[in-house]
């Protein structure tokens, strides 16, 4: 049984960083896609980036200027670094695991990022 | 980016009502689509994944269908812990997108 434990600063102010953590416990890291999706408050997902655990990524082109999503295999973790934000950053920030065959498996618990001055 | 559209938006229904929701892609997906249940303040949860495949531990009351742009997810039998929202996922190409969600309501 997978679970993912997620972690990341909540309230930031415009062009400031975004940066989130997730770990990974109770299953191999490799084998899967890591995957970061937002959800701005009452709206729907938006898928953000993934990454597998050789470091290949793969990013929403509307934010592909702005994303990083980094692995550290050594720690079963993977990071999402959101520069220049502003309030339309302002979200719940999901981590989640796809199976290779195309479907998220396994979430964690969010995390809610607000961006204000 | 591949655009899914789901309908209705809404739905009101009661217990042990029979209930479907659809998802249009805007190109063919062949059978690579997910619906997933939400709950407020938690994660989604994957319920049917390649469009009819049940997840493990889902009640059999849920079930999906379709390939190509046209998609349904139907509860025969509404219980209490059904009322949340429903989105549809494509994981065809990347950018992966979803259903804007339909908000099934208590009636």
């Known amino acids: 049984q997978v679970q993912l434990q997620q972690w990341g600063a909540g309230l930031l102010k415009p062009s400031e960083t975004l940066s989130l953590t997730c770990a990974v416990y109770g299953r191999s890291f490799s084998g899967y896609y890591w995957s970061w999706i937002r959800q701005p408050p009452g709206k729907g997902l938006e898928w953000i980036g993934e990454?597998?655990?050789?470091?290949?990524?793969t990013y929403n082109p509307s934010l592909m200027s702005r994303v990083a999503i980094s692995v550290d295999t050594s720690k079963n973790q993977f990071s999402l670094r959101l520069t220049s934000v502003t309030a339309a950053d302002t979200a719940v920030y999901l981590c989640a695991r796809m199976v290779t065959t195309g479907w998220f498996d396994s979430w964690g618990q969010g995390a809610l990022v607000t961006v204000s001055s | 980016d591949i655009q899914m559209t789901q309908s209705p938006s809404s739905l009101s229904a009661s217990v042990g009502d029979r209930v479907t929701i659809t998802c249009r892609a805007s190109q063919s997906i062949s059978n690579y689509l997910n619906w997933y249940q939400q709950k407020p303040g938690k994660a989604p949860k994957l319920l049917i994944y390649?469009?009819?495949s049940l997840q493990s531990g889902v009640p059999s009351r849920f079930s999906g269908s379709g390939s190509g742009t046209d998609f349904t997810l139907t509860i025969s039998s509404l219980q209490p812990e059904d009322f949340a929202t429903y989105y549809c996922?494509?994981?065809?190409?990347?950018?992966?997108?979803f259903g804007q969600g339909t908000n099934l309501e208590i009636k």
């Open positions: 996922h494509q994981s065809f190409s990347t950018p992966y997108t």
């Open positions: 390649a469009a009819s």
């Open positions: 990454i597998n655990h050789s470091g290949s990524t």
